[in-house]
């Protein structure tokens, strides 16, 4: 077997032997648990992000208002004295609430937790490849997000330059007040990239060397085609930020010039080297939910995907395309007009893979046996504010109007509509659609409901008025947009968003209570509760210690729904064919030589 | 029916994850290197003609040693697939000690750059050029120090980190862990080996000769 170096070398799934606590709850080379592991952890860093963007509301709804008396006493007098917040920890708070989202809430959530439980379960392998790089890949994630929040409790308090930390402004800390949260923040980035990579290596080897006899490249799921796509961007983005952190380290700290305007160096080199890295970044936040969309549409629709080497060919493309786009981040920043002209092409030809994925989705849910359940009214929701989302990302691609409406709060709006339209409603769909697997039992769907449409209304009220603010000129990042006349206008609508946002934030209350009521007391979930065919629904939820009681083989594609030679209507990818007739057409490719050195 | 899995890239999951591996290590040399060519691009006048600061010769066999560790890696690599344990470990060893002799030299290369003014930092910065007598003006500049350390010492860090790794595999080969079936661990090792190697060859061209 392929993997006997694996198994021998990582202790791997072949030992049956029961393991003590702390090597089954604590330091587990499970994928399974690490992916629970990774699950805890992100939500309480997307809480904690959370609150911090109320912070944030609730200064812009009411400049200057103190802190309700409740809160009022956490904050020492560095940070909000008598519970008013200073501008400097404003400029803290929203760099710390991107930094925790991005890196600590949404990335964990999406490759962390989906790679490690969809992948081995949905290409039918008993583990990762190297488990226990995959516990270190986890483990060094908490590590880098203490380092992250201690900076909150140093002199100075956390970074302050915004989460691309542009320089000048984080070269130095004579111009923030920031000098140790900047250094820690920089440091807790580069621990980061290590988790990153890492698991990147995992997923990619994993995927490449580790599928079940028969799954051929055209019969992987899609949420695992998107996760090795992402895996990819991981590999190949992450180092770079971690070099250009690294630079900005050492301008902070053994005062080097790289990006320091005093000794003649580059700031805008700083915004290339992390755009370059940033907006694969933006694909590795995107591209998963759409993975877990495409497999909840198709599932609860009960129709095979429509289009599904077109939805593989896409994710490659925005893959690819992702990485010739950055400039569009920087057209305000100093830039050759035919460069400019040069990246809105580019970008504005990624609303093609776009768009085909979109009306695939559109195509897949047309005429369905659709199945309104929660899993479906989240993906759906994600596909609604991902196009909106995307609408408003080709204003923002061409340069002549980036120009008007760049760093207002248009570019806020666009940005959440993403990251919280998108990726966070694809997320929600997927706890909510492979909860049964990870904890054997199903998620309350009533207050999945009411959860789900108080979100997505709240939601929208929140974050649609902020492109009407961006239009009429309201900066990102401002402390109180009230300093200027032509800003005044606008505070009854800052004031209905941060309503909008604490009700949002209040909604999360419903999914915590769902999520921890029904690890006890959910519906017992059996195996294949959405009775979907992929290889992940064909064993026990959770399922046991190597996955599968024996290799399975795969027959046909993940998405036989309604298949009209088949009974029921769902195909499972390991069922065996009815006649030998078929088995030739749906024959797993032929088997490989003896792998040299195995 | 039999049950192996899918072919795959028809190597063990250990090469497969050490190629990915080098992959990421490419594109953070890349950062290293496009700051690099950018800021020289914007600052030419903080770089001076090749050899006037930098020690050329002594770099060039030092490159030469480093070149020669890839060559012993290769024969310990050759040795063991013959299941020749003893030369696994001769030419284990010899790498090493190259290896380690590379690395000593930098660090004899940094000390004397550095008593000359050549550093990193922006305010110390006054770099007198080789042989010149300590009270000579700036040549360069500051990104030029700059650049030299960050691409070179992130370099040596990686000799140091594969120096240590082959040290973990040759005391494991002394414990005669690897056999002609068995050898992945040499194999995975010397794929690092030679890519910090290639880098080298790479960094040493655009750093020293150009």
């Known amino acids: ?598 | 029916m039999d049950r192996k899995p899918m072919p795959g890239m028809m190597v063990y999951n250990l090469k497969l994850g050490m190629w990915v591996f080098l992959l990421s290590e490419v594109m953070f040399f890349t950062s290293l290197i496009g700051s690099y060519v950018i800021l020289r691009y914007a600052h030419p006048e903080h770089w001076t003609d090749p050899g006037v600061i930098l020690n050329v010769n002594l770099t060039a066999g030092n490159t030469f040693l480093l070149i020669c560790s890839s060559v012993t890696m290769v024969k310990a690599f050759a040795a063991i697939q013959q299941g020749d344990l003893k030369g696994l470990q001769r030419w284990l060893l010899a790498t090493i000690l190259i290896g380690a002799t590379f690395v000593g030299v930098q660090v004899y290369e940094y000390i004397a750059l550095m008593g000359e003014g050549f550093v990193p930092m922006l305010d110390s910065y006054h770099a007198v050029g080789r042989g010149n007598p300590h009270e000579g003006p700036s040549l360069g500049g500051p990104l030029y120090g700059a650049t030299f350390y960050a691409m070179t010492g992130f370099h040596g860090a990686h000799v140091t980190i594969g120096v240590l790794c082959l040290i973990f595999v040759y005391v494991r080969a002394l414990n005669g862990a690897y056999t002609a079936e068995h050898l992945e661990g040499v194999e995975v090792i010397g794929l690092y080996w030679h890519f910090v190697d290639l880098v080298w060859i790479l960094l040493f061209t655009i750093v020293y000769l150009i």
């Open chain 1, 1 to 598: 077997m392929t993997t006997t170096t694996a198994t021998e070398t990582h202790a791997g799934p072949a030992e049956h032997h029961e393991l003590g606590f702390i090597r089954t709850y604590i330091f587990s080379t499970d994928h399974k648990m690490i992916a629970r592991q990774f699950l805890f952890s992100a939500l309480m860093f997307l809480l904690l992000g959370g609150l911090l963007a109320v912070m944030i509301r609730w200064q812009l709804g009411f400049p200057g208002r103190p802190l309700p008396a409740f809160v009022r006493w956490i904050f020492p007098d560095t940070m909000a004295p008598g519970g008013i917040i200073l501008p400097e920890f404003y400029n803290s708070l929203v760099t710390m609430h991107a930094t925790f989202m991005v890196f600590f809430a949404l990335m964990p959530l999406m490759a962390g937790v989906f790679g490690n439980l969809l992948i081995p379960l949905q290409i039918g392998a008993e583990d990762m490849a190297f488990p226990r790089i995959n516990m270190i890949s986890f483990w060094i994630m908490p590590v880098a997000g203490f380092i992250m929040l201690a900076s909150f409790f140093v002199e100075g308090g956390a970074a302050g330059a915004g989460w691309t930390s542009y320089a000048p402004l984080s070269a130095s800390g004579e111009w923030t007040g920031v000098y140790m949260g900047q250094i820690l923040w920089l440091i807790s980035l580069i621990v980061l990239g290590f988790s990153s990579i890492l698991g990147a290596v995992n997923y990619v080897s994993t995927v490449i060397n580790m599928r079940a006899p028969g799954m051929t490249w055209f019969r992987i799921p899609l949420a695992t085609w998107s996760l090795f796509v992402t895996a990819w961007l991981l590999l190949l983005a992450i180092p770079i930020l971690t070099g250009g952190l690294i630079l900005l380290l050492f301008d902070q700290t053994i005062g080097t010039a790289f990006f320091r305007t005093e000794g003649s160096g580059e700031p805008l080199l700083w915004q290339h080297i992390f755009w370059f890295f940033g907006h694969p970044e933006v694909y590795i936040l995107i591209l998963p939910a759409m993975g877990f969309t495409s497999e909840v549409i198709a599932c609860r629709s009960r129709k095979p995907i429509f289009g599904y080497h077109s939805m593989v060919y896409a994710m490659v493309a925005i893959g690819f395309l992702g990485w010739v786009v950055w400039g569009h981040h920087m057209f305000q920043s100093g830039m050759n007009p035919l460069l400019g002209m040069t990246f809105v092409v580019t970008t504005v030809v990624i609303a093609v893979p776009s768009a085909i994925k979109t009306f695939n989705w559109m195509g897949t849910l047309w005429r369905g046996n659709i199945h309104m359940d929660t899993p479906l009214l989240h993906a759906v929701a994600f596909v609604a504010l991902f196009i909106i989302g995307g609408l408003s990302g080709i204003f923002m691609a061409s340069a002549p109007v980036d120009i008007y409406i760049h760093d207002t709060y248009f570019i806020v709006a666009h940005l959440h509509y993403v990251l919280v339209g998108g990726s966070l409603f694809g997320i929600f769909a997927g706890i909510v659609f492979w909860y049964p697997k990870m904890f054997g039992r199903m998620m309350n769907e009533g207050l999945g409901k009411v959860h789900f449409f108080l979100s997505f209304l709240f939601y929208n009220m929140a974050f649609f008025p902020m492109h009407n603010l961006g239009v009429q000129g309201m900066m990102r990042r401002i402390y109180d947009p009230n300093q200027y006349e032509f800003l005044q206008g606008l505070q009854p609508l800052n004031t209905f968003i941060s309503y909008s946002v604490f009700l949002f934030a209040a909604t999360q209350i419903i999914f915590a209570f769902n999520f921890l009521w029904s690890l006890r007391n959910g519906k017992v979930a059996g195996n294949n509760p959405w009775k979907s065919s992929t290889l992940l629904w064909q064993t026990p939820s959770p399922p046991p210690h190597g996955n599968f009681p024996e290799m399975p083989i795969v027959y046909r594609g993940p998405y036989e729904y309604s298949h009209p030679d088949h009974e029921e209507d769902f195909w499972p990818q390991n069922a065996p064919p009815a006649t030998s007739e078929a088995g030739g057409q749906f024959a797993p490719a032929p088997n490989p030589e003896p792998v040299p050195g195995d």
